[in-house]
């Protein structure tokens, strides 16, 4: 399978723990996306990556949240001291360099449940 | 939050129903994406649009880029059991901003 593939599909932790999230973009593609995706909304855009550099975050990302793609492949995000509000599906695109952001193909996401 | 008015909601049809399905949006985008999302999936994407008025095809899906720029729409011919899930526009400029998606059901 060469799709964007993330780990794991789902997580259940308690409310102030840290979790991390993997995801493995298309192998030729160098940038990368995350968004977070809550029931019946559309995914919003959290950050963004070309090969290892981080160029874009949304005021949705907070200080709890990182994302690092050390060596431009793949990437992972942490979220500290979680809350219940960060229960949601986390989704990992990628897409080419070429162009303006398009065509970007999506990984099956990580569903977190904070309890 | 949202800055695309995604309608219906949602929509029930008969098998074999063509189907339409719109989105406009303040801003004006540079493209238009449609992805079709199954439950706990992520986004698969159907149809790309790079230039106003642009009319592209997908099999049974057909859509097109608005001529001001700011909505898009997409037609389901022949409506089959497995079209059923939430459909999602997209526009883009810098970042990508999706709308609240359509949930479609198709009755046998």
């Known amino acids: 399978d060469t799709g964007v593939s993330q780990d794991p599909r789902h997580k259940i932790t308690k409310r102030g723990q840290n979790v991390t999230f993997r995801c493995d973009p298309i192998?030729?593609?160098?940038?990368l996306y995350w968004y977070r995706q809550t029931l019946g909304q559309g995914p919003e855009f959290l950050t963004y990556?070309?090969?290892?550099?981080?160029?874009?975050k949304s005021r949705l990302l907070s200080d709890r949240f990182s994302a690092e793609r050390p060596k431009g492949s793949f990437s992972t995000l942490e979220i500290q001291r979680t809350e219940q509000g960060d229960s949601a599906m986390y989704l990992c695109a990628s897409s080419p360099g070429q162009g303006a952001h398009v065509e970007q193909y999506f990984g099956p996401g990580t569903r977190l449940t904070v309890t | 939050g949202q800055q695309l008015n995604q309608s219906p909601q949602s929509m029930f049809i008969q098998e074999g129903e063509d189907v339409s399905m719109n989105c406009t949006s303040s801003s004006i985008f540079n493209t238009w994406l449609w992805y079709k999302q199954d439950p706990g999936e992520g986004p698969v994407l159907l149809i790309a649009?790079?230039?106003?008025?642009e009319l592209t095809s997908n099999g049974r899906l057909t859509a097109q880029f608005g001529i001001t720029r700011k909505d898009s729409f997409l037609n389901i011919s022949a409506s089959i059991p497995s079209d059923v899930g939430i459909y999602f526009c997209?526009?883009?400029?810098?970042?990508?901003?999706f709308g609240a998606g359509t949930r479609l059901t198709v009755k046998p």
């Open positions: 192998s030729e593609h160098n940038r």
């Open positions: 649009l790079y230039k106003a008025g």
């Open positions: 997209a526009g883009q400029n810098n970042d990508m901003r």
């Open positions: 990556f070309q090969n290892e550099a981080q160029l874009e």
